[in-house]
């Protein structure tokens, strides 16, 4: 079952059964899609005798809806992937971690870097691991922070890649 919509056919032509939602777009219905209204599912013959246009009306293809649920990250995952890519989503704290990506910093060194202060690298240095995106290594009195892993590494790869392309 997916969520909303019921998942059995009703097919007349004994094809896969696409289920249609009575929404405004361009598309032909065929006597074997069904449309979807919140209270009914009905053919597209009886969207005709209810008045209800076929240019109102969206296709919804329940198997990519059901293969799309089964695949889905759990929440948890989710809110883990969202807060790395919130953090990463500043100017300030993507230049220190591109900066980490050439190797091990100590706070002084990427506040000269970005123009932050040390209490505000450091605050950041703390978030970033907290998600696992650096770790640290202590020399004497000072820490020196990396990226955590080669993961974090093509994260950042990937992301130049993609805005670069043309």
Same mark, same amino acid.
């Given at each position: 079952?997916?969520?909303? !919509? *019921?998942?059995? #056919? =009703?097919?007349?032509?004994?094809?896969?059964?696409?289920?249609? /939602?009575?929404?405004?777009?361009? %598309?032909?219905?065929?006597?074997?899609?069904?449309?979807?209204?919140?209270?009914?599912?009905?053919?597209?013959?009886?969207?005709?005798?209810?008045?209800?246009?076929?240019?109102?009306?969206?296709?919804?293809?329940?198997?990519?809806?059901?293969?799309?649920?089964?695949?889905?990250?759990?929440?948890?995952? !989710? *809110?883990?992937? #969202? =807060?790395?890519?919130?953090?990463?989503?500043?100017?300030?704290? /993507?230049?220190?971690?591109?900066? %980490?990506?050439?190797?091990?910093?100590?706070?002084?060194?990427?506040?000269?870097?970005?123009?932050?202060?040390?209490?505000?690298?450091?605050?950041?240095?703390?978030?970033?691991?907290?998600?696992?995106?650096?770790?640290?290594?202590?020399?004497?009195?000072?820490?020196?922070?990396?990226?955590?892993?080669?993961?974090?590494?093509?994260? =950042?790869?990937?992301?130049?890649?993609?805005?670069?392309?043309?």
């Amino acid at each position: 079952m997916i969520q909303g !919509l *019921e998942t059995t #056919s =009703l097919d007349r032509m004994g094809g896969a059964g696409e289920k249609v /939602l009575t929404e405004p777009a361009d %598309l032909t219905i065929y006597e074997h899609i069904l449309i979807y209204k919140p209270d009914k599912m009905m053919t597209s013959a009886e969207v005709h005798h209810s008045g209800t246009e076929n240019k109102h009306a969206r296709v919804v293809h329940p198997d990519r809806v059901a293969h799309a649920q089964r695949e889905a990250s759990p929440g948890d995952e !989710l *809110e883990r992937l #969202s =807060l790395i890519y919130k953090v990463l989503g500043d100017p300030s704290r /993507l230049k220190i971690v591109m900066a %980490l990506r050439r190797g091990e910093m100590c706070v002084c060194d990427l506040a000269a870097l970005t123009g932050i202060s040390e209490s505000a690298v450091s605050h950041q240095l703390r978030r970033f691991k907290d998600l696992s995106l650096v770790k640290t290594r202590r020399n004497g009195q000072v820490v020196y922070y990396s990226l955590d892993d080669k993961h974090v590494v093509l994260l =950042l790869d990937i992301g130049l890649r993609h805005i670069r392309e043309k």
